[in-house]
Nanobody
Framework: QAQLKESGGGLVQPGVSLRLSCRGS????????IAWFRQAPGKEREGVSC????????KYADSVKGRFIISRDNSMNSAYLQMNGLKPDDTSVYYC?????????????????????WGRGPQVTISP
């Protein structure tokens, strides 16, 4: 069964780093672009970053630009989100998502409607 499974969430203090992983099974990541989204309580789900399957080009939301780094390892059927300089505002459930050719110049890549396959999302909490 094709599915996405995230790992790496937890409770950390402000300023520290955390890396989330997203592993795909059943070929779900083959040739597909990958994105990370997050949703805080009472807020809409927002796009954080995406990475293209073709050349590894990436996009970032302004709120995380310069702090977060997205990457992928096709040999491991995985994608990662390296989160540095975490702030309390980064507290959210983080989801990975995938679909075909979403993170391209002709697409936004950070909109929920662009993705049909989703993981369940680990909680990331940043608190002193």
């Amino acid at each position: 069964q094709a599915q996405l499974k995230e790992s790496g969430g937890g409770l950390v203090q402000p300023g520290v780093s955390l890396r989330l992983s997203c592993r795909g099974s059943g070929g779900i990541l083959d040739y597909n672009d990958i994105a990370w989204f997050r949703q805080a309580p009472g807020k809409e789900r927002e796009g954080v970053s995406c990475i293209a399957s073709s050349d590894g080009s990436a996009k970032y939301a302004d709120s995380v630009k310069g702090r977060f780094i997205i990457s992928r390892d096709n040999s491991m059927n995985s994608a990662y989100l390296q989160m540095n300089g975490l702030k309390p505002d980064d507290t959210s459930v983080y989801y990975c998502a995938t679909d075909f050719m979403t993170c391209r110049d002709t697409r936004n890549g950070l909109k929920t409607h662009e993705y049909r396959s989703w993981g369940r999302g680990p909680q990331v909490t940043i608190s002193p």
